[in-house]
């Protein structure tokens, strides 16, 4: 073994530092991991980007479509606040008067001599309904007797926003007891001409009724005032020989009696006036339209007084 070679392996025995070469060739090595372990880092980061991309669209995707929900929602409700309230004209007259006192005493001595004191309706609600009626038989013995029957009803209308206002409620009752009043049964030469000079609107039927008692002159005249309906009914009749009475006679006091009742209605509400708009319906016209009228119907003063007849 030569010197050199004996040199090179003690050096390597004893752990020489290795030569400049050397430590260049570790730098290598260290170099190549370095680069293999970046190479590995970018490439997860790679994979990861595209979920992290993905995230974030869904993110913004969600975010857009609340912003439009809310967008929608706000124009919906500014849409609804926007709507105006639907209302209606309030009803003139809050109140109708005890239908027993809306007649003096020198009328009520003409059109019902004999009669003591008047036989109140039953009412359900006051304020709205109301019916009052008077007897009287003028009995001469065997000369015969004179028969007279008079009722008044009154019936108030509220103002509803489903139904329309209390007047126009009111206006199409007078209609149908207007109605009722020509279509009795048995009922002869009848007559209907409007009263001139009574609230809104006012209408006289007047008929001949023939019953077993005698021959009865029948007097049905109905008015509105303003949200109020009056039907005033007043017949009367000749019995055991007796002389009927005239037509004409009873329809003149019954046109005075319904000027008083009108009259009373405007005072109980203090002359009465137009009403300001309402939004809201009352208590009294929650009751349905069909059932409010129908009932009043159902116990028309004109029938009750061709039944009394």
């Given at each position: 073994?030569?010197?050199?070679?004996?040199?090179?392996?003690?050096?390597?025995?004893?752990?020489?530092?290795?030569?400049?070469?050397?430590?260049?060739?570790?730098?290598?090595?260290?170099?190549?991991?370095?680069?293999?372990?970046?190479?590995?880092?970018?490439?997860?980061c790679a994979a990861a980007v595209p979920v992290?991309?993905?995230?974030?669209?869904?993110?913004?995707?969600?975010?857009?479509?609340?912003?439009?929900?809310?967008?929608?929602?706000?124009?919906?409700?500014?849409?609804?606040?926007?709507?105006?309230?639907?209302?209606?004209?309030?009803?003139?007259?809050?109140?109708?008067?005890?239908?027993?006192?809306?007649?003096?005493?020198?009328t009520l001595e003409d059109l019902a001599p004999?009669?003591?004191?008047?036989?109140?309706?039953?009412?359900?609600?006051?304020?709205?309904?109301?019916?009052?009626?008077?007897?009287?038989?003028?009995?001469?013995?065997?000369?015969?007797?004179?028969?007279?029957?008079?009722?008044?009803?009154?019936?108030?209308?509220?103002?509803?926003?489903?139904?329309?206002?209390?007047?126009?409620?009111?206006?199409?009752?007078?209609?149908?007891?207007?109605?009722?009043?020509?279509?009795?049964?048995?009922?002869?030469?009848?007559?209907?001409?409007?009263?001139?000079?009574?609230?809104?609107?006012?209408?006289?039927?007047?008929?001949?009724?023939?019953?077993?008692?005698?021959?009865?002159?029948?007097?049905?005249?109905?008015?509105?005032?303003?949200?109020?309906?009056?039907?005033?009914?007043?017949?009367?009749?000749?019995?055991?020989?007796?002389?009927?009475?005239?037509?004409?006679?009873?329809?003149?006091?019954?046109?005075?009696?319904?000027?008083?009742?009108?009259?009373?209605?405007?005072?109980?509400?203090?002359?009465?006036g137009a009403g300001t708009p309402s939004s809201?319906?009352?208590?009294?016209?929650?009751?349905?339209?069909?059932?409010?009228?129908?009932?009043?119907?159902?116990?028309?003063?004109?029938?009750?007084?061709?039944?009394?007849?």
């Amino acid at each position: 073994m030569s010197e050199g070679t004996m040199q090179r392996a003690v050096k390597r025995d004893l752990g020489a530092p290795p030569t400049p070469f050397g430590q260049w060739g570790n730098d290598r090595r260290d170099q190549r991991e370095q680069r293999a372990r970046g190479l590995r880092r970018a490439v997860v980061c790679a994979a990861a980007v595209p979920v992290m991309l993905i995230a974030a669209g869904c993110s913004s995707d969600s975010g857009s479509g609340d912003k439009a929900a809310d967008d929608s929602s706000t124009k919906s409700s500014a849409s609804s606040s926007a709507s105006p309230s639907p209302t209606v004209q309030a009803a003139a007259y809050k109140s109708i008067p005890d239908a027993c006192k809306v007649l003096g005493k020198k009328t009520l001595e003409d059109l019902a001599p004999k009669a003591k004191s008047g036989k109140k309706g039953s009412s359900d609600d006051a304020s709205t309904r109301g019916s009052c009626s008077w007897s009287s038989l003028d009995n001469n013995g065997v000369k015969g007797s004179q028969f007279r029957w008079l009722n008044v009803s009154l019936l108030r209308f509220e103002s509803d926003v489903t139904r329309g206002s209390g007047e126009k409620l009111a206006q199409g009752y007078f209609e149908t007891q207007v109605q009722d009043a020509k279509s009795v049964s048995g009922a002869k030469s009848l007559k209907s001409e409007p009263v001139a000079g009574v609230g809104d609107q006012a209408t006289a039927v007047r008929y001949d009724l023939k019953k077993k008692e005698g021959s009865f002159k029948q007097e049905t005249v109905v008015a509105r005032v303003e949200n109020v309906v009056v039907t005033l009914d007043y017949n009367g009749a000749g019995l055991a020989g007796e002389k009927t009475p005239s037509a004409d006679t009873l329809n003149k006091l019954a046109q005075k009696a319904i000027k008083e009742v009108v009259a009373a209605v405007a005072e109980a509400n203090d002359g009465g006036g137009a009403g300001t708009p309402s939004s809201a319906p009352s208590k009294s016209a929650s009751k349905s339209p069909s059932g409010s009228s129908s009932k009043a119907a159902s116990s028309s003063p004109s029938k009750s007084a061709a039944k009394k007849s």
